[in-house]
């Protein structure tokens, strides 16, 4: 699929995987629509990629109607990665046999408001925008990438909430694809191991952590990149005759208990 004159948007699209992937995508032509929350970081990747930054919350429906209608006024909305998240770590249960101690279903809800939910809110506002495009030479109108994780398939201790979520999405893979491929869209979801992101610089030496983290990778001992993952972003994309699945950029690691 061709992006040349589109649009595609990027929820999640001010750092780590979501930033990788928006510029990799506007490398391919696109005018990448960068949709968070971080207003400073994704007002200076949009400078940095000729792109548009539009501020999301993915809970907010309202707000991905606007973000989706306002890509479709850039140009023909094709590509839509969705790589908002958050994640928790918190146990089923507490240790004293109380049920105030269990995990607290507010924090719950809101990992599954955001990785389940928020996805297919975009998913669905977006693929109706993406049916109004004319078909190319294939059929297309479209392609959607979903991200996952590892933890949908190997979940750790204290995961539950995020693994709830991730397997959700893996889940729900091919009926989608089967949904929206009566109009010519293709949907594919990436499932990501330990990739290096922002997130680890809050941890006291961020390096140290990170080389020991990948020592639990199968080979290459480290941790991905952003532009490894996004190359993968781009081919589920691009590549015409991928649809319907869920694939595990990870070097081959699987996750252990903790």
Do not use: C
């Not at 140290?208 to 972003?233: D, I, W």
């Amino acid at each position: 699929m061709d992006l040349n004159n589109s649009t595609a948007i990027v929820t999640g699209g001010a750092s780590g995987i979501g930033a990788a992937s928006a510029r990799a995508l506007a490398a391919r032509g696109a005018t990448v629509i960068i949709a968070d929350l971080n207003a400073d970081l994704g007002e200076a990747l949009a400078a940095e990629i000729n792109g548009v930054f539009a501020q999301l919350n993915v809970t907010d429906t309202d707000q991905i109607t606007e973000v989706v209608e306002q890509a479709a006024a850039i140009a023909p909305l094709k590509a839509l990665v969705n790589s908002a998240g958050i994640a928790n770590g918190i146990r089923t249960i507490g240790r004293d046999g109380k049920i105030e101690s269990a995990f607290p279903m507010d924090k719950f809800t809101a990992v599954i408001q955001v990785n389940l939910i928020g996805t297919f809110d975009m998913i669905r506002q977006a693929a109706t925008v993406m049916s109004r495009n004319e078909p190319d030479a294939n059929g297309q109108r479209g392609a959607i990438v979903n991200m996952a994780s590892v933890a949908a398939f190997d979940g750790q201790i204290g995961q539950v909430a995020y693994s709830f979520s991730k397997g959700g999405v893996v889940g729900a893979t091919l009926p989608l694809a089967r949904d929206l491929s009566g109009v010519g869209i293709r949907v594919n979801t990436i499932a990501p191991g330990l990739i290096d992101t922002p997130i680890y610089n809050s941890f006291p030496d961020p390096e140290a952590m990170k080389a020991q983290l990948g020592e639990s990778v199968l080979f290459p001992k480290r941790l991905g990149t952003g532009a490894e993952l996004a190359s993968m972003v781009v081919e589920l994309i691009t590549n015409d005759y991928m649809n319907a699945e869920t694939i595990r950029v990870d070097g081959g690691i699987r996750l252990p208990p903790k």
